[in-house]
């Protein structure tokens, strides 16, 4: 049977990475009690870096949108990896949210949007978050955006 969730995600045009390979040493993600803290992941596909900062004044943050969605996409290969299921997610409690970008760039919570609606978008209000989105001078394999979270579990 298919998890309703990416059954949710295959309607918006949409699919988890076939994979999201670590750049270091630490986990995807750890669960304490019903909480699943997942590291950051940036906007890569597969391990592939995709966007790229730091953006300035003028850029198209509909481009950053869609780099901030796909390190949700990997933060849902996360979760399933790590709880098994996307289904598992009772709600999403936090998101954190960093832009590479230029001093005094005003648009980085617009970019981190596209992190954030993507949760929305597969569990409604349950996906409503806590949220940072902060600028950042750079990020790992000079990506674009990265993004993190805390979910709760069933």
């Keep these: 049977m298919t998890c309703p969730i990416e059954q949710r995600l295959g ?17 995807p993600g750890k669960i304490t009690g019903n909480l699943l803290f997942l590291s950051g992941q940036i906007c890569e596909w597969e391990g592939e870096p995709r966007y790229f900062g730091p ?3 003028g850029f198209d943050t509909g481009i950053g949108y869609g ?8 933060l849902l290969f996360s979760i399933r990896a790590v709880a098994g299921s996307l289904s ?17 760039y005003p648009d980085g919570p617009l970019i ?20 940072t989105a ?12 990265e993004v993190e979270a805390v979910v709760e579990l069933d």
């Design 67 to 74: 780099a901030a969605q796909m390190c949700a996409l990997n």
């Design 112 to 131: 981190v949007n596209g992190a954030s609606q993507l949760f929305i978008d597969l569990w409604g209000d349950a996906g409503r978050h806590a949220r």
């Design 11 to 27: 309607e918006l045009g949409l699919a988890l990475p076939p994979s999201a390979p670590s750049r270091a040493f630490f986990l």
């Design 55 to 57: 953006v300035g004044t």
């Design 88 to 104: 598992r997610v009772r709600q999403v409690i936090r998101l954190g949210g960093f832009v590479a970008a230029d001093p005094g």
């Design 134 to 145: 902060v600028n950042v001078a750079s990020l790992p394999a000079n990506a674009l955006v």
